[in-house]
């Protein structure tokens, strides 16, 4: 059973930076495909980035490009979300989640990650960012 367990998460003030960790206990067929999910209260759970070890692909969130980075340390158990120039409504919850291939590649790769593509959740890292 695949465990995920996320850190980094703080408060910062607007223009400020935070670099999130998510360690995967094992590296298999099962987490290639990882994301970054976040949710903010009384909003649904929104997909951020995924990174597909296989080949590096990554995708983003619009609201998030040029700010964020995905990336994945080189024994592919680390997932980093390193988050630049934050608002305040990138406040949220941000939640590590990993499945197969399939969220991560066509066809379900182009509408964006969802929830429910994904099987492994971490139990999230609070991100607050202050004006």
């Known amino acids: 059973h695949v465990q995920l367990v996320e850190s980094g998460g703080g408060s910062v003030q607007a223009g400020g930076s935070l670099r999130l960790s998510c360690t995967a206990s094992e590296y298999t067929y099962r987490t290639v495909c990882m994301a970054w999910f976040r949710q903010a209260p009384g909003k649904e759970r929104e997909g951020v980035a995924t990174?597909?070890?296989?080949?590096?692909?990554?995708s983003y969130a619009d609201s998030v490009k040029g700010r964020f980075t995905i990336s994945q340390d080189n024994a592919k158990t680390t997932l980093y979300l390193q988050m630049s120039s934050l608002q305040p409504d990138d406040t949220a919850m941000y939640y590590c989640?990993?499945?197969?291939?399939?969220?991560?590649?066509?066809?379900?790769?182009?509408?964006?990650?969802?929830?429910?593509?994904?099987?492994?959740w971490g139990q999230g890292t609070q991100v607050t960012v202050s004006s």
């Open positions: 990174f597909y070890s296989i080949n590096s692909d990554t």
């Open positions: 989640a990993a499945d197969s291939r399939g969220p991560c590649v066509a066809p379900m790769a182009r509408q964006g990650p969802r929830p429910g593509d994904f099987s492994y």
